[in-house]
T-cell receptor, first 115, second 113 residues
């Protein structure tokens, strides 16, 4: 069974700081890993998708890396802004005959960027 | 760009009643997923469909059922509702079963009184 862990559970930083969110997963046989952002009571917004054959993906101030062999991914946010405040969720898609389609989520990191 | 559409956005029901949630995937997406998110929890996978066939099943209660129709929209039917069913229900869609990126709707908030 795939288990996904995110550290830290919560993070508070001053505006402008660079920061790293961590995600680890127990089963390295994955199709891909996806990072999401969720604002309170809202839907999940896809930030970055990394396929298992890739090492990293970048979008604007966001950079996500994937080390499949060690079961780890990081989300780097550069020059953080108050608008980045949200919960960030990591999710992996495990390879399997019947479970290849599901995403398994971590519990998220609640980020607060203070002006 | 078109996104995943869910309806209704909010729903209030009494215990033991039934509820139906609808999901309209992004055009040309053939796979639909249902997730349940309780307060302060991460989304839990319920069930998914690929090309109108069930492709994966997670922690969906026997009181719930779902299907995907010929136009690829999906419905989640919930019967004998319990207080613990109160949650945010998300639908997501992707193109393909394994490697496609998932896009989520805004969710349907179900409150059971």
């Amino acid at each position: 069974k795939q288990e996904v862990t995110q550290i830290p559970a919560a993070l508070s930083v001053p505006e402008g700081e660079n920061l790293v969110l961590n995600c680890s997963f127990t089963d390295s046989a994955i199709y891909n890993l996806q990072w999401f952002r969720q604002d309170p009571g809202k839907g999940l917004t896809s930030l970055l998708l990394i396929q298992s054959s890739q090492r990293e993906q970048t979008s604007g101030r966001l950079n996500a890396s994937l080390d499949k062999s060690s079961g780890r991914s990081t989300l780097y946010i550069a020059a953080s802004q108050p608008g980045d405040s949200a919960t960030y969720l990591c999710a992996v898609r495990r390879v399997g005959e019947t479970s290849g389609s599901r995403l398994t989520f971590g519990e998220g990191t609640q980020l607060t960027v203070n002006p | 760009a078109a996104g995943v559409i869910q309806s209704p956005r909010h729903l209030i029901k009494e215990k033991r009643e039934t509820a139906t949630l609808k999901c309209y995937p992004i055009p040309r997406h053939d796979t639909v997923y249902w997730y349940q998110q309780g307060p302060g929890q991460d989304p839990q996978f319920l069930i998914s469909f690929y090309e109108k066939m069930q492709s994966d099943k997670g922690s969906i209660p026997d009181r719930f059922s779902a299907q995907q129709f010929s136009d690829y929209h999906s419905e989640l039917n919930m019967s004998s509702l319990e207080l613990g069913d109160s949650a945010l229900y998300f639908c997501a869609s992707s193109r393909g079963l394994a490697t496609g990126e998932l896009f989520f709707g805004e969710g349907s908030r179900l409150t059971v009184l």
